[in-house]
């Protein structure tokens, strides 16, 4: 996914210059001082380093309040400067001005928030708890500021450029989005909506992080392990050790369904382990998350309804891809029906397994992953554990997804052991453009922690900009298990899939040309920024991709194109359960922003099973890929009302692969089209209309469900 923070700053206004010294309406100076103890600060200045990537070797975790604290105040001076300014308003001198405002309390908040999710620790933590509704205050000093709002309807747009026409179109619509319009009394009540609604999303966040980690299974008896390998059991046995603990400890993922299940023999253990993964956030402990979720979705309740509409969802949709949550579920609903009775199917298939085996028992959640790895196997031919040897991560790194990227864009990579890094797990490498010339900086962080968010993601650290002659900076998160010390990092076809997923959103990063920051990369509507992601995933089983990076860790030879043939007949296999665990994630999502009144709400787990039944999702086998209690995209990210986002992607980047494949499939020529018109316009236009220019029509869905063998 691509990593949506909750700082303005970092996903709306562009920061870049601060100044020190800011005039008033009296045009007088008023002089920001530079306490002494900020002199060493690596926030103060720009960093020395290639693209100003960060300074990870001098930043400490002391630096970032005092960084945050002068960064508020000159950025409240700065704001007071543009909105108090008696010359006439211009693009200049209020939206470039904008722009161009905070430099220093971005360059903090945007290192912060990428360690707060990929390397936190309690400081960091209390940290981000005091700060929350503080950056919200500051945000809702901008959007709800009358004469900024005043100057920027003033401008006029004669004689502007079409990125200054897009960038002043979007100001307007997020001043309008975020209550500008709204009366005085009703500004005060949505920033207090706000400020509550940053603490709590930040409580929920760190209160999981807990939970991922409090949740974590130990096992004492190594028989109860039976299935998993020898690295996976010694990376158990070090997790353990880590956690001071004697034993097996089995560390939870983001995710309802544990990559581990799938091998697990005991099905007492592996009950054990999916109920650890389910009840984690419900324990009535201090990692229990209901009661914030429930005052989250209250409070967007009542934010949507001082907008002046029905639900949150309908409010969050009205600058998205879909506009309205009746055509996001719409979408859903088209997905829902196959994919319900595909899993239905499946279900049936697995039941007779299980009755062949004479298991004795009806098949449940925890057994899923266990007998469906069994039925591909007699349906395919396929076992997982004879793919994994041949997909070694730096491997499938450097000669998949970075071979794929070469072939079809020209760009090229290279190592860079030179830079600071904030985890030893973590590596750099300098991008190269097709001319030759330096692109941008990309850092990997592959390992899971305890101190690490769950799922994967994509973040900048510096945001591309012509303006500011700044090139890309840019990091993937993973959660792969690290394997015991002197073993290969081996990986499943998923993980692979994964990987290549996020170095979509890396591309779309990378090949970001925009001359303004807020419109730049990654900085376009949650619906259509998994499209360039899911798209990349398609490359993994490129012929000529996969033969070049599927060698075996042992004796480098490629994988046999019999197993091969295995994988790609086997695409559409498990299709049902994995579309349908989406889909009622995002049914769960879109209706607990879609409620217009109070009396609607229920608590949690009640809540959440009306919606599953209302909506026919009525196996107990095929439970949603998100809990409500760890549901973290939408309650402690950015996704909330949005996570069908993926879904509305998935549509996109089905059409438009039947397209490349229909017009000569991964050649250069098609390489250069997708930059051209999807990867590389950012924001600056409707988005809509971007796809249409690639594909010459609007999105189908018929591809998509092609793809997932819902149809022929």
């Known amino acids: 996914m691509k990593n949506i923070t909750s700082v303005f700053l970092i996903s709306s206004l562009a920061i870049t210059t601060a100044c020190t010294t800011m005039k008033n309406t009296e045009n007088t100076s008023t002089e920001i001082t530079v306490p002494a103890d900020m002199a060493n600060n690596p926030f103060m200045k720009k960093s020395s380093l290639q693209y100003q990537a960060?300074?990870?070797?001098?930043?400490?975790?002391?630096?970032?309040?005092?960084?945050?604290?002068?960064?508020?105040?000159?950025?409240?001076?700065?704001?007071?400067?543009?909105?108090?300014?008696?010359?006439?308003?211009t693009f200049e001198n209020t939206i470039l001005a904008l722009e161009n405002s905070g430099e220093v309390l971005k360059r903090a908040q945007i290192v912060f928030y990428n360690l707060t999710g990929s390397n936190t620790n309690p400081e960091l933590q209390k940290i981000e708890e005091e700060y929350a509704p503080i950056f919200a205050g500051l945000s809702d000093?901008?959007?709800?500021?009358?004469?900024?709002?005043?100057?920027?309807?003033?401008?006029?747009?004669?004689?502007?450029?079409?990125?200054?026409?897009?960038?002043?179109?979007?100001?307007?619509?997020?001043?309008?989005?975020?209550?500008?319009?709204?009366?005085?009394?009703?500004?005060?009540?949505?920033?207090?909506?706000?400020?509550?609604?940053?603490?709590?999303?930040?409580?929920?966040?760190?209160?999981?992080?807990?939970?991922?980690?409090?949740?974590?299974?130990?096992?004492?008896?190594?028989?109860?392990?039976?299935?998993?390998?020898?690295?996976?059991?010694?990376?158990?046995?070090?997790?353990?050790?880590?956690?001071?603990?004697?034993?097996?400890?089995?560390?939870?993922?983001?995710?309802?369904?544990?990559?581990?299940?799938?091998?697990?023999?005991?099905?007492?253990t592996r009950e054990k382990l999916f109920k650890a993964s389910w009840y984690r956030a419900e324990k009535g402990n201090a990692d229990d998350t209901r009661s914030i979720l429930e005052r989250e979705a209250k409070l967007r309740m009542d934010k949507a309804h001082l907008m002046g509409k029905k639900s949150f969802a309908e409010w969050k949709l009205q600058d998205q891809m879909a506009k309205t949550p009746e055509n996001a579920m719409n979408l859903l609903a088209q997905l829902a029906t196959p994919a319900v009775a595909t899993a239905k199917r499946e279900s049936d298939e697995i039941q007779k397994l299980i009755d062949q085996q004479k298991g004795g028992f009806t098949v449940e959640p925890w057994d899923w992953n266990f007998y469906a790895e069994q039925v591909r196997k007699e349906k395919y031919d396929l076992d997982e554990n004879q793919i994994k040897p041949y997909f070694e991560v730096k491997t499938v790194l450097e000669k998949g997804v970075f071979y794929a990227a070469e072939k079809f864009y020209g760009i090229t990579f290279k190592e860079r052991n030179d830079l600071p890094v904030y985890h030893p797990d973590v590596v750099a490498y300098e991008v190269f453009d097709r001319d030759g010339k330096s692109l941008a900086i990309y850092y990997l962080d592959f390992y899971t922690r305890n101190n690490k968010n769950g799922g994967a993601w994509m973040s900048n650290f510096v945001e591309q900009s012509h303006l500011l002659g700044q090139k890309p900076v840019i990091v993937n998160v993973f959660n792969y298990q690290k394997p015991a010390e002197g073993k290969p990092s081996l990986i499943s076809y998923d993980d692979v899939t994964t990987m290549f997923h996020e170095f979509g959103h890396t591309l779309h990063g990378l090949f970001a040309d925009q001359k303004y920051l807020s419109i730049s990369g990654t900085n376009v509507p949650r619906d259509f920024v998994e499209f360039p992601s899911q798209i990349n995933e398609f490359f993994a089983l490129e012929p000529s991709v996969l033969k070049n990076y599927a060698l075996h860790y042992q004796t480098k030879q490629p994988m046999p194109q019999a197993l091969v043939d295995k994988i790609k007949k086997a695409g559409t296999f498990n299709q049902g359960y994995s579309t349908t665990e989406l889909?009622?994630?995002?049914?769960?999502?879109?209706?607990?922003?879609?409620?217009?009144?109070?009396?609607?709400?229920?608590?949690?787990?009640?809540?959440?099973?009306?919606?599953?039944?209302?909506?026919?999702?009525?196996?107990?086998?095929?439970?949603?890929?998100?809990?409500?209690?760890?549901?973290?995209?939408?309650?402690?990210?950015?996704?909330?009302?949005?996570?069908?986002?993926?879904?509305?992607?998935?549509?996109?980047?089905?059409?438009?692969?039947?397209?490349?494949?229909?017009?000569?499939?991964?050649?250069?020529?098609?390489?250069?089209?997708?930059?051209?018109?999807?990867?590389?316009?950012?924001?600056?236009?409707?988005?809509?209309?971007?796809?249409?220019?690639f594909t010459g029509r609007n999105p189908d869905l018929k591809p998509l469900l092609k793809d997932k063998g819902f149809i022929k």
């Open 54 to 89: 960060p300074e990870f070797d001098k930043i400490k975790d002391e630096h970032f309040k005092p960084a945050f604290e002068y960064g508020i105040k000159v950025q409240l001076a700065e704001l007071d400067q543009i909105a108090n300014n008696t010359d006439s308003p």
């Open 141 to 268: 000093k901008i959007y709800l500021n009358e004469k900024l709002f005043s100057r920027i309807k003033a401008i006029k747009k004669d004689n502007l450029g079409s990125e200054e026409k897009r960038v002043l179109d979007l100001y307007t619509i997020n001043f309008e989005i975020a209550g500008a319009n709204l009366s005085p009394e009703n500004k005060v009540k949505v920033k207090k909506v706000n400020e509550e609604l940053a603490t709590l999303s930040t409580q929920f966040s760190n209160k999981l992080l807990d939970a991922r980690k409090n949740g974590a299974l130990l096992i004492t008896d190594v028989k109860e392990l039976d299935g998993l390998s020898a690295d996976e059991i010694a990376a158990a046995a070090t997790d353990a050790k880590e956690a001071g603990k004697e034993g097996y400890l089995l560390a939870l993922q983001n995710t309802t369904q544990q990559p581990l299940l799938q091998n697990l023999k005991n099905r007492a």
């Open 583 to 693: 889909v009622s994630a995002a049914t769960i999502d879109m209706n607990w922003h879609s409620v217009t009144d109070a009396s609607q709400f229920k608590p949690t787990l009640e809540f959440e099973k009306g919606v599953l039944a209302k909506y026919g999702f009525n196996l107990k086998e095929v439970p949603p890929r998100y809990h409500s209690p760890y549901f973290a995209h939408i309650w402690g990210g950015g996704y909330s009302a949005g996570y069908y986002a993926y879904m509305w992607s998935d549509m996109l980047n089905s059409d438009a692969w039947d397209w490349i494949t229909t017009h000569g499939g991964m050649t250069r020529e098609n390489g250069d089209r997708f930059r051209k018109y999807i990867l590389s316009v950012g924001n600056s236009m409707d988005l809509n209309e971007a796809f249409k220019n």
